[in-house]
């Protein structure tokens, strides 16, 4: 990976809090501030774990000091919308996904049984559920809010995945309005709260569901309302007169566009149907569909696809900003990390890859950026006890090469 530019005492970093700082209703102190982006710059720097007692070892404040700071509240909604809106295009979509978060014990806050993709089964531990901007010409995903599950007694899981989403209505729709999410949530529960309340949903029907095709209502001049229900859907067998053939690669893939009825949603649905062959047979058969009726079937297909994008939040986040590794057990302190841990992400994608030209980019890694800033962050402390003056004709050479010190090849 290339770096188009480094400063090795933070000033990018900071700069682009600063910014984001900005669309704050109440500004912040200058402490909090400062607090801030100290722990983003530690975050994304220290290369063991990342918890109370490692922020201690490399940072300015003792243990305490950071496990206090963890428990006041900061609006990383606010904070992430504002990269999102300065640094993305305008052709975006809101992604929603849980992560299962291990943790050991009973006293912690929101601990039980959650279901972890990686083993296939339920574990003990937490939940978070992940709010991101993914952003479809650029490819890739940027953090907004991850929210812990909590649920009550008397609510499921997907109503309060949609509560969660719900009360965050007004900041996300400054995004976007269109939510993306995977097959799991393809429910009426959550479908249906999500559009009435504004939002179109992009999501993947299970393989049996249930189809209806709809006709013309016509006056028979009997009692009761006319018929719509044209009959079920066969996905092997379409009627093309429902369906249009919009797409055909070499014969592998058929994509057929059409508007149908979801009984499971009690609604109408734009379907993109998608037929993958081999050797002239089908192979398998995925169906796509949006809750806006005018939506291109294409774009549907094309903006599940990206949903991914946030999968890869999460993937970097466990393995390099210690999404994993906190030490506390009390909510407040647990939605700092998680957020801190994601947030981390969005600035060294902003700093180290958005400001780089479209077509010079090359693949993001999260390693390289740690590398670099973990040396960076042991030379500021050499240059700080030594008196070295690192900005030096002579010295430049050898400090580049001493920042890159164990970064992939380029």
């Known amino acids: 990976m290339t770096f188009k530019t480094y400063s090795f005492n933070k000033f990018q970093y900071r700069s682009l809090c600063e910014q984001s700082f900005l669309s704050f209703i109440k500004p912040l102190g200058k402490w909090h501030k400062d607090f801030i982006i100290d722990v983003l710059w ?7 774990k990342i918890n109370f007692l490692q922020l201690a070892r490399y940072g300015k404040h003792g243990e305490q000091h950071y496990c206090n700071q963890f428990d006041k509240k900061f609006d990383f909604l606010a904070f992430n919308s504002a990269m999102v809106q300065a640094h993305c295009s305008e052709n975006k979509v809101i992604a929603f996904d849980p992560s299962y978060i291990p943790k050991s014990g009973k006293k912690t806050a929101g601990t039980g049984y959650f279901w972890s993709g990686c083993s296939s089964r339920a574990l003990w531990g937490l939940e978070i559920g992940g ?21 009550k007694d008397n609510q499921t899981l997907l109503d309060y995945y949609a509560q969660s989403l719900i009360e965050r209505k007004a900041e996300l729709q400054k995004i976007a309005t ?8 393809a429910k009426a529960p959550f479908v249906n709260s999500l559009t009435s309340e504004g939002f179109d949903v992009i999501c993947r029907f299970r393989d049996d569901v249930r189809l209806q095709y709809v006709i013309e209502p016509l006056k028979t001049g009997k009692h009761g309302r006319p018929k719509t229900n044209g009959g079920a859907v066969d996905v092997n067998n379409l009627d093309m007169k429902h369906f249009t053939l919009i797409e055909q690669d070499d014969e592998n893939v058929r994509v057929f566009s059409g508007t149908v009825k979801a009984v499971a949603l009690k609604k109408l649905v734009k379907v993109c149907i998608v037929k993958n062959l081999e050797n002239q047979k089908v192979k398998d058969i995925k169906i796509f569909f949006s809750t806006k009726l005018e939506q291109d079937a294409m774009s549907v297909w094309n903006t599940f696809r990206h949903r991914f994008q946030i999968e890869f939040l999460y993937r970097d986040a466990k393995q390099h900003t210690g999404l994993n590794n906190c030490q506390a057990r009390d909510e407040n302190k647990l939605h700092f990390h998680f957020n801190a841990s994601l947030t981390a992400i969005n600035l060294a994608k902003v ?14 890694s999260m390693r390289d950026i740690k590398v670099v800033n973990h040396n960076a962050l042991l030379l500021e402390r050499f240059f700080t006890m030594y008196g070295i003056n690192p900005n030096l004709l002579k010295n430049k050479k050898n400090v580049k090469e001493l920042l890159y010190y164990g970064t992939s090849a380029a």
């Open 178 to 185: 269109t939510v993306v999410v995977d097959a799991y949530f």
């Open 42 to 48: 530690l975050i994304l720097s220290i290369q063991e």
């Open 131 to 151: 709010i991101a901007a993914v952003d479809l010409d650029n490819h890739t995903a940027l953090h907004l809010e991850a929210v812990q599950t909590f649920c």
């Open 351 to 364: 700093v180290h890859w958005f400001s780089i030209p479209k077509e010079q980019r090359q693949a993001f």
